[in-house]
């Protein structure tokens, strides 16, 4: 009798994966991987400085140090012959004191004071076109210089938004929208009546720039390199425009001085036909001192300081072009005028140098550092605090 094979089937188990605790591994070593991509692409991203190209560099940008920083945005649109500024910003900031101010310029304004060079007021728009004609190549540290003769003071940083990095921002984040009426609550309006529409430009541009975009589109930031003008690394840049309008919303008090408002300007017959606006220096002036009190350092404003600035050149009208620059920049002039001779170089006197440090520093920002140090009273009659005498050689902080 034969026997029945039995065959007995082995019970086999599959081997089960935890698919979990594979991938999630996998996807933070990727994002890892990422991060270091990122981080490195985005630190290669550079800005372009023209104005560190030339020696006179410093006579564009103010060294000062104090609670106040002052950055300059400027935008810029069209390309070839046709390129031009369209918006400039600056933003005067004290964190110490919790004020701010946001002065805003459009491109289409006038202003008088160049026409011995062009034989008519030109617009700002048209400032880098003008100085690429003067001297080739150095459009860029033209339109800035004169930007700080308009204003009337320097500024320690600047970020100048050419068309290509617009138009690249623009293909990463998407166009601006336009501005919300709760952002006229961001904004103080002493003088000048409300801002109009425009002003709040810098404001839109800001909310723009996301983070997130940033990270996953970082290979088309990489076309942002040498797009954007500055003094500042591209890291720095990207942080202060993107933390604007957060700063703004935040509850600090921002003041708004808006150039284009018929309060800050003058319609007059332009040459070529048709009437233009120019900048009204004398009410712009008025106004921004009146913001700048607010905004001093407390140094500064506890001297309360006496200046006095006299020209001691053969050039009409240095005396009044210094004493602006000081007085916007925090300091009082209470009188200035001819000096009685001709100085070669140019002095400053000072009756106390301790007492007033912090209004000397102002002084020597304005005048780039050029100048010799008197702790003492010049022979004529005065009765400043601080005496400023410019000399001829003055002449060497102006760079066209």
């Not at 166009?175 to 709760?182: A, G, M, V």
């Not at 990270?215 to 933390?243: A, C, D, H």
Request: aromatic fraction near 12%; hydrophobic fraction near 40%; proline fraction near 2%.
């Amino acid at each position: 009798m034969k026997r029945k094979r039995v065959i007995r089937k082995k019970n086999r188990k599959g081997i089960k994966i935890n698919l979990k605790a594979v991938i999630l591994p996998l996807l933070m070593v990727a994002m890892l991987l990422y991060i270091i991509y990122f981080t490195i692409e985005f630190l290669s991203v550079e800005t372009a400085n023209p104005v560190a190209e030339h020696v006179a560099s410093h006579t564009i940008l103010s060294q000062e140090k104090s609670d106040m920083e002052k950055t300059l945005f400027i935008f810029e649109r069209e390309t070839g012959e046709a390129r031009k500024i369209v918006d400039v910003f600056v933003f005067l900031q004290n964190k110490n004191k919790g004020i701010s101010l946001l002065v805003y310029i459009p491109g289409s304004i006038y202003f008088e004071g160049l026409e011995e060079e062009f034989g008519s007021p030109i617009s700002v728009s048209s400032l880098r076109y003008a100085g690429d004609f003067l001297q080739e190549g150095r459009g860029v540290e033209y339109a800035l210089w004169q930007l700080s003769e308009i204003l009337g003071f320097r500024v320690q940083n600047y970020i100048w938004i050419t068309t290509e990095a617009y138009e690249s921002m623009v293909e990463i984040y998407g166009e601006p929208k336009t501005f919300k009426d709760r952002d006229r609550l961001s904004y103080h309006s002493l003088i000048g009546g409300d801002p109009a529409d425009s002003f709040y430009g810098l404001s839109t541009f800001s909310s723009l720039i996301s983070v997130r975009e940033t990270f996953f589109k970082i290979g088309k930031v990489k076309e942002l390199n040498q797009q954007i003008f500055s003094n500042l690394s591209f890291p720095t840049i990207m942080r202060k425009v993107s933390s604007f309008k957060k700063e703004i919303d935040s509850g600090e008090t921002t003041y708004a001085l808006d150039v284009s408002r018929p309060s800050f300007s003058v319609e007059k017959f332009s040459e070529s036909g048709g009437i233009v606006g120019s900048i009204n220096v004398k009410e712009y002036d008025k106004a921004l001192r009146n913001y700048i009190s607010k905004m001093a350092d407390k140094g500064l404003e506890q001297e309360r300081v006496r200046v006095e600035v006299y020209n001691g050149t053969d050039i009409l009208g240095r005396a009044v072009i210094y004493s602006r620059k000081i007085q916007n920049s925090g300091c009082d002039v209470v009188r200035f005028g001819n000096a009685p001779k001709r100085y070669e170089k140019t002095y400053v006197y000072i009756s106390d140098e301790t007492q007033f440090k912090n209004s000397l520093k102002v002084v020597s920002d304005v005048l780039l550092e050029r100048f010799e140090l008197l702790e003492e009273r010049p022979s004529f009659m005065t009765t400043g605090d601080i005496v400023v005498i410019l000399g001829d050689d003055i002449a060497h902080t102006e760079i066209f």
